[in-house]
């Protein structure tokens, strides 16, 4: 029984460290963050409800962290940043976003290489235990 429902335990722990590691540990972040959390809304365009993983918000100004943290074995694509990018056009009009993702499986080359331009940051779990 608790195996069937583990990842999606998991993915909520997973959620709460990436959060922690943002708010305490991780060094040289583009911003001073006042808070991180999660965030839920409604986008205007789709009348879905959305939920990005991780908003962290500013002391001061209007840059924000984007991020999305996926406790799964395979590697996440491109489409991943894709949809991010997507969500924090709906969390916020006007803004800087810098994304981030954390991923236990790994990242596709595709996502890699936009890591390597400096789209996105990557983080695996052997980054946030280093």
């Known amino acids: 029984a608790v195996k069937k429902h583990y990842p999606d335990y998991m993915g909520l722990v997973f959620e709460k460290i ?13 911003i001073l963050l006042g808070s991180v ?3 839920w809304g409604t986008d205007s365009k789709t009348r879905k409800e959305i939920q990005i993983d991780i908003v962290g918000t500013p002391v001061e100004g209007n840059e924000y962290i984007i991020g999305s943290c996926k406790y ?6 491109i489409d991943e940043l894709e949809l991010i990018q997507n969500y924090a056009s709906t969390f916020r009009k006007d803004g800087v976003f810098h994304y981030f ?3 236990k499986g ?3 080359s595709t996502l890699l290489e936009a890591g390597n331009r400096g789209e996105v940051t990557l983080l695996s779990l ?5």
């Open 18 to 30: 990436c959060q922690e590691y943002l708010s305490r540990y991780a060094k040289n972040l583009p």
């Open 37 to 39: 959390g999660q965030w």
């Open 72 to 77: 799964r074995n395979e590697k996440i694509g």
């Open 126 to 130: 052997d980054d946030l235990y280093a």
């Open 106 to 108: 790994g990242f596709t």
């Open 101 to 103: 993702i954390f991923s």
